[in-house]
C-alpha cells in the first residue's frame, strides 16, 4: 500500500522559513516525478515545485522562484521543499504528490500540471503552511 506523508508545515511569520518533508512509502516505479501543489481558501490549486528522480528536470512556480528549493532522497523516497523568505500569500494547504514519467510525471516535472487523482499517482493528505504579517 502506497502512503505519501507530510511533515513540517506550522506557522511562522512573514520572512522566515519552513521545511516541508514527504515520504512516500511503499512506492515503486522507479522513474518518476515528486513535487508539491498548494491551495489557498477560495483560491485554485496551484503546482509549486517537482522534480524528477535525477533532478535533471526541476520546475518552480513563479512565484516562488528564488525563495523555495526542492529536493529529494531517492534512497529514502523522500522529497522535501526548502521555503525561505516567507510571504503571507504563501499560506496554503501544501500537498506532496508523486507519479511515473510514464503515466502524468513528465507534464508534473515539466509544467506543474497535476497528475491523476489515482493509482500510479499518489497524492499526500496535506499539510497547513500558515505565514502571518
Known amino acids: 500500500q502506497v502512503q505519501l506523508v507530510e511533515s513540517g508545515g506550522g506557522s511562522v511569520q512573514a520572512g522566515g522559513s519552513l521545511r516541508l518533508s514527504c515520504a512516500a512509502s511503499g512506492y515503486t516505479y522507479p522513474n518518476n516525478c515528486m513535487g508539491w501543489f498548494r491551495q489557498a481558501p477560495g483560491k485554485e490549486r496551484e503546482g509549486v515545485a517537482a522534480?524528477?528522480?535525477?533532478?535533471?528536470?526541476?520546475s518552480y512556480a513563479d512565484s516562488v522562484k528564488g525563495r523555495f528549493t526542492i529536493s529529494r532522497d531517492n534512497a529514502k523516497n523522500t522529497v522535501s521543499l526548502q521555503m525561505n523568505s516567507l510571504k503571507p500569500e504563501d499560506t496554503a494547504i501544501y500537498y506532496c504528490a508523486v507519479a511515473p514519467v510514464v503515466l502524468g510525471g513528465t507534464k508534473f516535472c515539466t509544467s506543474l500540471l497535476p497528475p491523476p487523482a489515482a493509482p500510479p499517482a499518489y497524492w499526500g493528505q496535506g499539510t497547513q503552511v500558515t505565514v502571518s504579517s
Open positions: 522534480t524528477s528522480i535525477r533532478g535533471s528536470t526541476t
